[in-house]
């Protein structure tokens, strides 16, 4: 439909609402329980206190819920007075409330707005994991069916991606973000805005880029804390994702948690509608988080909830995500004459026209159970999502032991999580069941070559019990391998998930190192959301191998035995870089030198008490085979403004078998006015190679991607030396200089 013709239409509806029915499109729910039993009332999250805390046992909680019911507020909805509800997730729930909707005076239908943070029912890697793969095919594939099932489902519109850098593996929700890098992240954001939105067989599905801006670098890694961030940092690190998704045309950006720089993001004007409005020229509209509307009265600013509406609708938040400050307190402020009916009118523009454009006004939706069955979770689904998972996976260490040898025959795979179905699932997976997950064990034992016996013993978890060691190093014996799977279980990243120590919870870290002492090889397997500090692992020779998997989902287990197989050769490269201790966070690749670097002598700058280097950098991952790199070339030593740089490398394949290679090309300003990182990503491409095979890896990059911005935020590009590298990682590679001259 052609946004003449849509608007038009838009302003027909806003002519013809009354001031409640605009103000019920700006007003978006989730369900609630209620009690079924007058006289009682519904106090759920106080019942999941209570038994969290031991006041109540877990059957009187459940004797309670059984005594609520779901309120799906179909008289509220039939009023007018709802638009979007959040995270509704039942197929059949999702028909009722869309049904109420078409009983309103306008029959407007309603926006489901859904978390698909990585597949719908079929549930893929995290997006931290997702982003390992450093493959935009990848994440098309992935997005296509998370799109085609929510779409069947009922699902109109994705509260994602999420395009928070996160440069601090204490922070939870690091677990969700495309990663530390900015130009990665900006790749990602376009790749996953255009393949939520295009128009393809199954329409447009309308997503968010998430959490506008700098949620990542909250204070201290703490959830949801402050955030002081300098404009140019800003604009150089947490912006530049946003940018893309907004160039791709992003339908709506749902504003931050946290005050930045002393403005809750929810109500502030100057990040809501100079930035993002006048500055990105974003067209679609703001959603705040949960409850973040009346959050502003805790972070201070607001002095009470009806303050709070007021505000962030007047910052340019438009809808408010379940606070319902705006059904409360929006008509009283009309009245008053607090807040103009033309800022009304001009939030529920932004919402129509996505309405319309995203095709909700044309396709209510129609429910059929019987596809939905046939689609969801089908074996098509479930093979990409095992596919997509193997090129997640990052190898860390590698001593020889994998891929298996033939000469294994005996293989105990230990560790609670290697039978966790929920942790290997993962964070944000909510809408997929962990009925649907492969364990670890399964996954070997059903790949296994045949004459290959697999044993599972549990040993230890992640508890402090070490009450299994004894009978795991028993078993352990006896086997021609171990493979431990360790790590984190679902809940201890994601969100409200921060930790101050990264190391391996529980007497998992105890358990391994027994497990090493061995005369037995042993692969660690780890299963977690963010880097931890394995260092003791990493240099201990018993570990033969530490294979990172993050959380797989549903197809994690026959993932793992292809990878570990060797059915395929590992490919990930880390998008975050792995600290030697959790005291060193935030720790990320791309900062600018200090004026002491170097680490031999007392004063430079280091720590005393651990290496100046990270565990494992970003861009690293090895593979079963070798890459060598040589005879770098640019095409000019000595570049002008409007010129394009042609660099090139030859990767050759040096060993035994097949893979794929992430060639990395990174610059380095040397002078310039503002301190310039060390290394900054620029280009990369994702290359296969037979043994023996060797490619030509060629980048252009244009002089204007050579700037930076200023002090005063302007963004320049400032003559002078660059050093261009191009490497497997961001700590190595072949480097050559040239001069950007006017
Ligand atoms: C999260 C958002 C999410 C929303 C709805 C919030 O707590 O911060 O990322 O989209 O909940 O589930």
């Not at 799109?147 to 929700?173: H, Q, S, T, Y």
Request: include cysteine.
């Amino acid at each position: 439909m052609e946004a003449k013709n849509i608007s038009e239409k838009v302003e027909y509806l806003l002519s013809i609402m009354t001031l409640a029915e605009k103000i019920g499109q700006l007003n978006q729910t989730g369900t609630t329980m209620v009690s079924a039993l007058p006289g009682i009332e519904a106090d759920i999250d106080g019942w999941v206190s209570d038994m969290m805390e031991g006041r109540i046992s877990q059957e009187e909680f459940s004797k309670r819920m059984e005594l609520c019911r779901e309120d799906l507020k179909t008289e509220q909805i039939e009023n007018g007075g709802i638009g979007s509800f959040v995270n509704l997730y039942d197929d059949e729930k999702i028909f009722q409330v869309q049904q109420a909707a078409m009983k309103s005076r306008l029959k407007i239908p309603l926006f489901i707005g859904v978390d698909v943070i990585r597949g719908y029912r079929t549930i893929f890697p995290t997006p931290l994991a997702m982003s390992c793969s450093w493959d935009m095919d990848n994440y098309r594939r992935m997005i296509k069916i998370a799109k085609k099932e929510a779409k069947v489902c009922g699902v109109n519109w994705v509260f994602g991606p999420m395009l928070d850098i996160a440069r601090d593996a204490r922070w939870g929700r690091i677990v969700e973000s495309p990663g530390e890098d900015p130009y990665l992240a900006s790749r990602i954001a376009k790749t996953v805005v255009n393949a939520f939105q295009e128009n393809d067989a199954y329409g447009r599905l309308l997503c968010t880029a998430k959490h506008f801006l700098a949620y990542g670098a909250v204070s201290g890694g703490q959830d949801y804390n402050t955030v002081d961030v300098s404009e140019r940092t800003l604009y150089e690190t947490y912006l530049p994702p946003f940018r893309a998704a907004v160039d791709a045309g992003v339908g709506s950006v749902m504003s931050a948690f946290h005050d930045l720089n002393g403005v809750p993001c929810t109500c502030s004007h100057s990040l809501l509608t100079d930035l993002l409005r006048g500055e990105l020229h974003f067209q679609g509209f703001v959603v705040s988080d949960a409850e973040a509307v009346k959050q502003c009265v805790a972070h201070g600013v607001a002095s009470d909830e009806r303050d709070a509406a007021k505000m962030s609708l007047q910052a340019g938040n438009d809808i408010d995500m379940s606070s319902l400050d705006y059904s409360r307190f929006l008509p009283d402020l009309v009245d008053k004459g607090e807040v103009s009916v033309s800022s009304i009118n001009e939030a529920v523009r932004r919402v129509l026209y996505a309405k319309f454009f995203f095709g909700i006004m044309d396709e209510p939706y129609r429910y059929d159970p019987g596809k939905i069955s046939d689609t969801v979770l089908c074996r098509k689904h479930r093979i990409a999502a095992r596919e997509v998972a193997e090129k997640s996976a990052v190898l860390l260490k590698n001593d020889g032991v994998l891929p298996i040898r033939d000469s294994v025959k005996h293989i105990l795979v230990t560790g609670g999580l290697a039978e966790d179905r929920a942790a290997l699932l993962g964070p944000w997976a909510f809408t997929g069941d962990k009925e649907s997950v492969v364990t670890v064990t399964d996954g070997i034992r059903n790949n296994a070559p045949s004459g290959v016996t697999v044993e599972f013993c549990r040993g230890f978890d992640t508890s402090d019990s070490e009450s299994g060691f004894e009978e795991m190093i028993k078993k352990a014996e006896k086997s021609d391998l171990v493979i431990a799977v360790v790590g984190e279980s679902a809940f201890m990243s994601g969100e409200a998930a921060s930790k101050v120590n990264l190391n391996l919870p529980g007497a998992q870290e105890k358990a391994m190192l027994q497990l090493a002492a061995l005369s037995v090889p042993c692969i660690a397997v780890l299963v977690s959301g963010r880097p931890l500090t394995i260092g003791k692992l990493q240099n201990n020779p018993g570990i033969g191998a530490i294979l990172e998997t993050w959380h797989m989902g549903c197809e994690s287990g026959n993932a793992m035995a292809d990878l570990l197989f060797g059915k395929c050769n590992p490919s990930g490269k880390l998008t975050v870089t792995f600290a030697n201790e959790a005291a060193q966070e935030p720790m990320y690749y791309n900062h600018p030198n200090t004026g002491k670097p170097g680490g031999k002598f007392k004063f430079t700058s280091k720590y005393q008490d651990a290496p100046v280097e990270p565990l494992y950098p970003f861009g690293y991952g090895l593979s079963y085979t070798a890459f060598a790199y040589s005879g770098m070339r640019v095409s000019k030593k000595k570049l002008e403004l409007g010129d394009t740089l042609n660099c090139e490398i030859c990767v050759r394949n040096t060993g035994l078998y097949a893979g794929e290679e992430i060639v990395q090309m990174y610059i380095r300003d040397v002078t310039a006015s503002c301190a310039r990182p060390v290394r900054e990503l620029k280009r990369f491409c994702k290359i296969k190679l037979e043994p023996g095979e060797e490619k030509i890896c060629s980048f252009a990059l244009h002089a204007s991607e050579l700037g930076f911005y200023r002090q005063d935020c302007t963004y320049t590009v400032e003559t002078g030396m660059f050093q261009i590298f191009i490497g497997p990682d961001s700590s190595k590679g072949e480097m050559l200089e040239i001069e950007l001259c006017d």
